[in-house]
Structure formats: C-alpha cells, structure tokens
C-alpha cells in the first residue's frame, strides 16, 4: 500500500501576499490530512521573494495545530546554518506541544548564496562538510546520550520529549543517504530535484542501513513534483505556470508563481525550452489514472512505499484539486477527525 505526504514551500502565486501563501498553506494541509495524507512538512528557504516558508518550526505549530492526527515536519531544516542544540530544543518544544506527531527532517543546503549564508549564521563561517558530524549531534541531543568526551557533554536539551520528534535525512545524491544509513534515520530522496542518483541512493542507504534507536529498519520516502487535473490537457495547462516558475528560479528572477496566461505569453527561447524539458524529469503531470501510473513506475524504481507531493501551481484551488484527484486515485483512508 502505499502512503501519500505532502511537501509545501508555501510559494507565493503572482498577485498574491506571503500572508496568503501561508494561509494556504494551513488550509491545504487541513484539506489534506481530511484526504488521507500520511505527513505534512514544510520546506525552508531564505532570501526568495516567492516563497514564504523561511520558517519551518513557526508553521510546523501553527499547523499542528490547526490539524487533529496527521504528522507535521520539517522538509526540511538546513542543519548546516544552525546549532543542532538549538534546532533539538525547537523541536522538543513542538513534540511537547504536539505528542507523537512532529517529524524533524533535516538538509544539507546552504540555505541561499554565500552572503544568505553568512546572515544566517551571522558571519560564522560553517562548512557543509560539518554536516554528517552535525547530525550525529542531533542525534545525541535526541536520545540525551552525549559521549563522555564530548564537549557538551553534561548539556540536556530541554523540554525533555518522551514522544518524539521523529529524526529524517534529506538528500539529493549518495552522501546523505549514507548518512542516514549509518546513523539508522529515515531518508526522504529529493526527486524533484535531482533524478539522477535516487534508485541507486536508496539502494545503497538499505544495502548499509544500520538499525538505531530511532529506526529497526529502513525507511524512505521519496518527493515528486505533480500536477494532477480531470484530463491531460488541463493538467498539462495547469502545469505550464510550475514550468515557467521553475526556470524563473533557475534564472534568478525570484518571483512569485506565474499564471498560465504569463506562461503561454512568456518568450521563451530555444534554451529555455530544453530547460523546461528537462525538469519535466522531476515531475508528474496528467489525469489521476495516469499520475496514478507513474508513481506505481517510480515506487518500482525506488523500492519505496511512501511519496511525498509537492504542487507549486498558480491557483491554489486547482492545487488543492490536485491533491484531491490524487488521494481518489489511491483510495486512501480517511481519518475520523
């Protein structure tokens, strides 16, 4: 059976506020959690315009709690910029406020360009090769196990949380899936970023998983673009404003989701189209019956039996509908709320 989550950036669509974008964001996760969805987590980035998620511990409260059962994360925090003490106290604070239902999913990505970076840190430089170590940290922090020679040994993290959070690996390539492995987290693969390395990811993270505190046995996920409408054509139109969005990221033009007339008018050029094919490698557009195939191909390539869904269309109740089509399409089970 397979288990269908949720990954929002709380894009911003054109024309609208980040105060909207972050309200739907609330909404589209209660309509989710109503549908059967397995986990919602949200995404952080800095320093771009069309995206209001910079803050994934503020809206991970706000939406636990205004959703009753489905599990609410991370997607994730970027470790690398933050002190893993801090980001564990964040996170207890939540799993105390919420038992059993907080997933702290962590990543490797520097957040932004260098001068983001610095901000974040506030001058302090930090190298991404640190990150492995910095998970070990949380992990410490986590089951309040400091080596005797560690130099915080003696520090708890507080409020102690019997109930979670539940630990994750993000990764796009091999060296956060072995990560995960050898510190016995679950792995959440970024499909929609990079689909080059995920099936040979996964394989190596469960050929070298090693079992933990946290985990017995392996567990993945894997995330995916996908448009979903009643027939090609309308998904395929819905679609085009995901497309023109993603190369106006590539571009550096950091602005809001553009509507389908922006992206039927658009000029594109020769390049721009290769671009736009190329990412279409990191998506799934069509009705539910054939989005509904495609995923059954990617959980045979990935071996993994819970897909994360990200839609960052222009108008949010073709969004939400989307969600909608898709949890239909795997008759999934909805909670008594």
Known sequence: MIKLSVLDQ???????????????????????????????????????????????????GQIAAHTHSMLVGSGGVLLPQYSPYKVVENFRVLSNLHPGRIDLGMGRSPGGNLKTRRALTDGVRKSLNDFPGQVQDVTYFLKDNLPDDHPYYGV???????????????GVGLGSAQTAADLGLGLTFGHFINPDQGEEALANYRASFQAS????????????????????????????????????????????????????SYPYTEQDRIRIEKNRRRMIVGTPDQVKANILTLQ???????FMIITNIHDPASKRYSYQCLAQAFQLEQPSL
Do not use: M
Not at 300 to 306: A, P
């Open 10 to 60: 709380s894009a911003v669509p054109e024309g609208s506020s980040p105060q909207d974008a972050l309200q739907q964001t609330v909404d589209l996760a209660q309509l989710t959690e109503r549908l059967g969805y397995t986990r919602y987590w949200v995404a952080e980035h800095h320093n771009i315009e069309g995206l209001a998620g910079s803050s994934p511990e503020i809206l991970i």
């Open 300 to 306: 045979e390539t990935y071996q993994t039996d819970e």
């Open 156 to 170: 708890t993290a507080t409020p102690v949380s019997e109930n979670g959070p539940y630990p994750w690996l993000l």
């Open 213 to 264: 505190d946290f985990l017995k046995e392996p567990q993945t996920c894997v995330c995916v673009f996908v448009v979903c409408a009643d027939t090609e054509a309308e998904a395929e139109r819905l679609a085009t404003s995901q497309d023109l969005w993603l190369l106006q990221i590539e571009k550096g033009e950091k602005k809001g989701i553009p509507t389908v007339e922006q992206a039927q």
